[in-house]
């Protein structure tokens, strides 16, 4: 959650949107719950399917796997706090649940194509 009890906002769940029901609402438990367990296992079965299935179904809906999906949503929620905060690239890590920088620079590599550091070089050149 965002200072103020805002719920955070995700352009990718926007550009993403699904219209089965169950996967829009598991997409909002995962922006609530970024530093839980996100794993397929996990997630399937609070969705009430195998992870397989679940695997296929998120494929099938929005063009990404389970874990491209978490990934994803990781970033974002990363991105709005280095955009909004003074917090360090840790405490970012820890908040958004890449469990280290070190996790979080790869990801973001792999999402945007430039690491968590230079995308906060960037940001605040741009301020």
Same mark, same amino acid.
């Given at each position: 959650?965002?200072?103020?009890?805002?719920?955070?906002?995700?352009? /990718?769940?926007?550009?993403?949107?699904?219209?089965?029901?169950?996967?829009?609402?598991?997409?909002?438990?995962?922006?609530?719950?970024?530093?839980?367990?996100?794993?397929?296992?996990?997630?399937?079965?609070?969705?009430? /399917?195998?992870?397989?299935?679940?695997?296929?179904?998120?494929?099938?809906?929005?063009? /990404?796997?389970?874990?491209?999906?978490?990934?994803?949503?990781?970033?974002?929620?990363?991105?709005?706090?280095?955009?909004?905060?003074?917090?360090?690239?840790?405490?970012?890590?820890?908040?958004?649940?890449?469990?280290?920088?070190?996790? /979080?620079?790869?990801?973001?590599?792999?999402?945007?194509?430039?690491?968590?550091?230079?995308?906060?070089?960037?940001?605040?050149?741009?301020?």
């Amino acid at each position: 959650m965002r200072p103020g009890g805002q719920a955070q906002y995700s352009h /990718m769940l926007s550009s993403q949107a699904t219209t089965f029901e169950p996967l829009r609402e598991l997409q909002v438990y995962m922006l609530e719950n970024l530093r839980g367990d996100l794993s397929v296992e996990t997630l399937a079965e609070r969705i009430g /399917m195998s992870p397989r299935h679940f695997s296929r179904v998120c494929q099938r809906e929005i063009n /990404m796997t389970p874990g491209q999906l978490v990934n994803r949503l990781r970033v974002e929620a990363a991105q709005q706090m280095i955009d909004s905060s003074s917090l360090g690239l840790k405490e970012i890590a820890n908040a958004c649940g890449f469990g280290s920088v070190d996790s /979080m620079r790869r990801i973001f590599q792999q999402a945007l194509g430039i690491t968590a550091a230079e995308y906060v070089q960037r940001f605040k050149r741009a301020r």
